[in-house]
């Protein structure tokens, strides 16, 4: 490499670190060499730089809100097997991976047995919501019941409320598992404060009527599912636990091993 390139080139690093472009000052050298092999004019070597860093903080954008979601695994529908679920509505479901009701701000419902792929479905939506440039945040019922509860006893729950306004969708995951005790009413005002603000996606191993276990109150557990329902999407999961069958199939694998 000639002195007056190594020149450019060290310009061109500082240049972009200084303008924060990252995708470019990594990938220019490579497009600069295949502007060259194929005689490319100037704005055609300039629109390549600009692409690549379009495409690097398009996927850096990704990352942080993948990991901003906290999701305990990634998931996608294609790998989730709605054979084993025949009355499941497989297009509408795909339907919702527009992501569409995020827009709209309606909210879904995965309702049915435990295992039988309601969190999995509720993941993959929110990687679709994701990748569909929305802000996402996973919780588990408990785990948001738990927060708001020390939020209230330190009288900072307004502004705690406030804070989950930043995402266009929440999903609240394995709802009526455990009680919630005191944070059951709490969790209500939660969901008041977001309807029509922005989209919930609830899973839940219990019906509608029995919704009051959770929440200890009639009128709170009415008033609720009149806000959730207003505007919802509601799936009915029913079938085989996922987790039984995968575990039958595999015993019976080993047993043919052995």
Same mark, same amino acid.
């Given at each position: 490499?000639?002195?007056?390139?190594?020149?450019?080139?060290?310009?061109?690093?500082?240049?972009?670190?200084?303008?924060?472009?990252?995708?470019?000052?990594?990938?220019?050298?490579?497009?600069?060499?295949?502007?060259?092999?194929?005689?490319?004019?100037?704005?055609?070597?300039?629109?390549?730089?600009?692409?690549?860093?379009?495409?690097?903080?398009?996927?850096?954008?990704?990352?942080?809100?993948?990991?901003?979601?906290?999701?305990?695994?990634? $998931?996608? &529908?294609?790998?989730? /097997?709605?054979?084993? @679920?025949?009355? =499941?509505?497989?297009?509408?479901? #795909?339907? %919702?991976?527009?992501?569409?009701?995020?827009?709209?701000?309606?909210?879904?419902?995965?309702?049915?047995?435990?295992?039988?792929?309601?969190?999995?479905?509720?993941?993959?939506?929110?990687?679709?919501?994701?990748?569909?440039?929305?802000?996402?945040?996973?919780?588990?019922?408990?785990?948001?019941?738990?927060?708001?509860?020390?939020?209230?006893?330190?009288?900072?729950?307004? $502004?705690? &409320?406030?804070?989950? /306004?930043?995402?266009? @969708?929440?999903? =609240?995951?394995?709802?009526?598992? #455990?009680? %919630?005790?005191?944070?059951?009413?709490?969790?209500?005002?939660?969901?008041?404060?977001?309807?029509?603000?922005?989209?919930?996606?609830?899973?839940?191993?219990?019906?509608?009527?029995?919704?009051?276990?959770?929440?200890?109150?009639?009128?709170?557990?009415?008033?609720?599912?009149?806000?959730?329902?207003?505007?919802?999407?509601?799936?009915?999961?029913?079938?085989?636990?996922?987790?039984?069958?995968?575990?039958?199939?595999?015993?019976?694998?080993?047993?043919?091993?052995?």
């Amino acid at each position: 490499m000639n002195a007056a390139k190594a020149t450019q080139e060290a310009l061109i690093d500082l240049y972009a670190r200084e303008l924060r472009l990252p995708g470019l000052r990594k990938a220019y050298r490579e497009l600069a060499r295949d502007a060259a092999q194929s005689g490319q004019d100037p704005l055609a070597y300039l629109a390549a730089c600009l692409t690549a860093e379009v495409e690097s903080r398009r996927q850096s954008r990704l990352q942080r809100r993948l990991h901003l979601a906290r999701f305990p695994a990634l $998931k996608t &529908l294609d790998s989730f /097997d709605f054979t084993a @679920l025949p009355d =499941l509505p497989k297009a509408r479901v #795909l339907q %919702l991976a527009d992501a569409s009701f995020v827009k709209d701000r309606e909210n879904v419902i995965c309702l049915g047995p435990t295992g039988t792929g309601k969190t999995h479905t509720a993941i993959a939506l929110g990687v679709a919501a994701i990748h569909a440039g929305w802000r996402v945040r996973f919780t588990t019922a408990v785990a948001l019941g738990q927060e708001l509860l020390q939020a209230h006893n330190e009288a900072r729950l307004p $502004k705690a &409320l406030k804070g989950w /306004d930043r995402f266009d @969708l929440v999903i =609240l995951d394995e709802l009526g598992y #455990l009680g %919630l005790g005191p944070a059951g009413p709490l969790l209500f005002q939660f969901c008041a404060h977001r309807y029509e603000r922005g989209s919930l996606l609830i899973t839940t191993n219990l019906e509608f009527s029995r919704w009051v276990e959770v929440f200890g109150d009639a009128a709170l557990t009415s008033a609720l599912l009149d806000r959730l329902t207003h505007r919802s999407h509601v799936l009915l999961f029913n079938g085989e636990s996922y987790r039984f069958r995968e575990s039958q199939q595999r015993l019976r694998k080993e047993g043919v091993s052995h």
